[in-house]
C-alpha cells in the first residue's frame, strides 16, 4: 500500500515562504515522477508543479512559475515544494500525488495572510 504524507504547511503572511515535503512510504519515488496540485475553497484542484523521477526536469503551473522550486532528495524518498513569494491568492490545501494514479495525500493546508 502506498502512501504519500504531505508536510509543512501553515499561516504566513503575504510575502513570505513554506516549504513542503511530501514523504512516502517505500522508495515508490525512485520509478515515477511527483506532482503538487492545489484545491483552493470553491475551487477546482489545480495543478502546481511536477518533477520527473531522475529529478532533472521539471514543469510548473504559470500563477507559481518564478516563484515555486519542487525538487527531490537523494534517496528517493521525499519530494519538496520550496513557496517563496506567497500571496493570499496561494491560499489553498496542497497535496502530492504520482500522475496518473489514484494515490494522493492527505493534503496540507497553507494560508497566506494579506
Known amino acids: 500500500q502506498v502512501q504519500l504524507v504531505e508536510s509543512g504547511g501553515g499561516l504566513v503572511q503575504a510575502g513570505g515562504s513554506l516549504r513542503l515535503s511530501c514523504a512516502a512510504s517505500?522508495?515508490?519515488?525512485?520509478?515515477?515522477?511527483v506532482a503538487w496540485f492545489r484545491q483552493a475553497p470553491g475551487k477546482e484542484r489545480e495543478f502546481v508543479a511536477t518533477i520527473n523521477r531522475n529529478g532533472d526536469s521539471t514543469n510548473y503551473a504559470d500563477s507559481v512559475k518564478g516563484r515555486f522550486t519542487v525538487s527531490r532528495d537523494s534517496g528517493n524518498t521525499t519530494v519538496y515544494l520550496q513557496m517563496n513569494s506567497l500571496q493570499p491568492e496561494d491560499t489553498a490545501i496542497y497535496y502530492c500525488?504520482?500522475?496518473?494514479?489514484?494515490?494522493w495525500g492527505q493534503g496540507t493546508q497553507v494560508t497566506v495572510s494579506s
Open positions: 500525488t504520482i500522475p496518473g494514479s489514484s494515490y
Open positions: 517505500g522508495r515508490i519515488f525512485t520509478y515515477y515522477p
